[in-house]
């Protein structure tokens, strides 16, 4: 009988580039699946399945040996459209349970993973307690919607010992890899300014609409969970979460820890040490939406500046992409985006930096849930692509931005206490608070 640890080492190196997993479809891993041992088997459970938890859900099944056993969601009519694939995703539905508490999933014996895919303002609950059950996790971004939420969660890791992904998979694509280690290759130069912007011109908040009744198979409560009693709002509800402090905090914690990710890890940067944000609803000021649709926020570094443009909307950024990170050196500027990579000279310099356009080779998510499935099977934390430690980080350093944008102020931050040197501030943003009989666990 193959070890499990072996196992996935073979499939892993079978699978490293992505292109192959990618390029085959279920009935093909089907073929590969029926040839790994029953003790070889990961046993997969899925708690939200709307948006994204359901996109990890068909990545993940298509790494051998992963199997779903379980579903959970409190809209029924989404149970119900995911039910409806397991077909053509060669799914056994005879085999997998479904629920609309997550807790029943938790309790499952036979559950070994379990993705995170709720809105913002379930994952650190539902990550914690999945640790505590037993489980390893994969988490959605950005993993917590508040800086201590964040810190909870990486307790829970350390004190649970259990393997925890963030669905940060742009850490997993090759192309923008390659550009960070150009970026720390020194052939930039000195870069002073590194720029992050996120134009989303798909994106819009939805129509002011009256309150109303849930959807017939929607459990609201259990929807709201942790976040203030509100009455029911469709244009609150479902992929528009987004757009309000209760859940999220808008794009720069929809998109930004994806891109903010990648400028901390090209720069070596830690935390700021202080943050300035400006914008509103410029575009939409008529729309059902709290959070900015126009924000820019200027994070201070010892030796550089970081800058956050984001707009919704429009699609005309910098550079002529709607999305990317500019590191801006003094020989040269390095473009990188998910379309893929380039460096542009700096006609002043004497030392020209300069590379044609990089596209990507590979398939991100898919990589991603190989290297978390690897690391479930070795037990190597180190190997992982994006810890819960690095999701929290960057996670840490959006909400900074969000706040400093809520309190209407150039905010400084204390890292030898973990704070702001606001207590104003600090008391006010630093954790949001928990209600309908929630709270946080203490780790």
Same mark, same amino acid.
């Given at each position: ?17 992505g ?23 990961? @046993? ?10 359901w ?37 056994d ?32 609950l ?56 150009? &970026? ?33 198979g929607?459990?609201y ?22 757009w ?22 090209g ?16 575009a ?17 570094? /010892? ?5 956050? /443009?984001?707009?919704?909307?429009? /699609? ?21 985006? @998910? ?10 310099s ?33 190997d ?9 980080? &960057? ?16 905010? &400084?931050? /204390? ?29």
């Amino acid at each position: 009988m193959m070890h499990r640890r072996r196992f996935l080492h073979q499939a892993g190196t079978l699978l490293a580039g992505g292109t192959l997993l990618s390029a085959l479809d279920n009935k093909t891993f089907a073929i590969f699946k029926n040839r790994i041992a029953p003790s070889d088997q990961l @046993r997969l459970g899925a708690i939200g399945i709307n948006g994204m938890g359901w996109a990890n859900v068909t990545a993940a099944l298509k790494v051998p040996g992963v199997n779903l056993v379980a579903l959970c969601d409190v809209d029924k009519n989404v149970l119900d459209k995911r039910k409806a694939e397991f077909s053509k995703l060669n799914i056994d539905a005879t085999k997998v349970k479904t629920y609309s508490d997550y807790r029943q999933l938790l309790d499952q014996k036979d559950i070994d993973i379990v993705i995170v895919g709720t809105p913002d303002h379930w994952h650190a609950l539902q990550m914690i307690h999945a640790c505590e059950a037993g489980k390893d996790v994969f988490v959605e971004k950005p993993v917590g919607n508040s800086i201590v939420e964040c810190r909870a969660m990486v307790a829970a890791q350390q004190r649970y010992n259990k393997v925890v992904q963030a669905g940060q998979w742009q850490r997993s694509q090759q192309h923008f890899k390659d550009a960070v280690e150009y &970026v720390q290759s020194g052939k930039l130069g000195m870069i002073r300014t590194v720029k992050v912007w996120c134009y989303q011109g798909w994106m819009k908040p939805a129509p002011v609409v009256p309150d109303s009744n849930p959807p017939a198979g929607v459990d609201y409560a259990a929807w709201l969970g942790p976040a203030p009693k509100k009455p029911f709002n469709a244009s609150r509800f479902h992929f528009n979460f987004r757009w309000f402090w209760d859940y999220a905090g808008g794009l720069m914690t929809d998109w930004g820890v994806h891109l903010l990710d990648y400028a901390l890890l090209g720069m070596n940067a830690d935390v700021p040490k202080s943050i300035a944000a400006l914008g509103g609803k410029f575009a939409y000021p008529d729309l059902s939406q709290e959070t900015p649709d126009t924000l820019t926020t200027l994070y201070e570094f /010892d030796k550089f500046n970081l800058v956050w /443009d984001s707009a919704m909307g429009i /699609d005309n950024g910098s550079y002529g992409r709607n999305h990317g990170i500019a590191f801006i050196g003094n020989n040269g500027t390095l473009v990188l985006h @998910r379309g893929g990579w380039e460096v542009l000279e700096e006609p002043q310099s004497t030392n020209k930096a300069s590379k044609s356009f990089v596209k990507p080779s590979d398939n991100g998510l898919n990589n991603h849930w190989v290297n978390f499935i690897d690391v479930v099977k070795t037990r190597k934390m180190q190997d992982l692509n994006c810890s819960i430690q690095a999701g929290a980080h &960057v996670a840490t350093v959006a909400q900074m931005g969000n706040i400093s944008f809520r309190s209407g102020q150039r905010l &400084v931050w /204390d890292k030898a206490n973990g704070k702001f040197t606001d207590e104003k501030i600090n008391s006010e943003y630093l954790m949001k608070e928990y209600h309908n009989g929630y709270k946080l666990p203490k780790v």
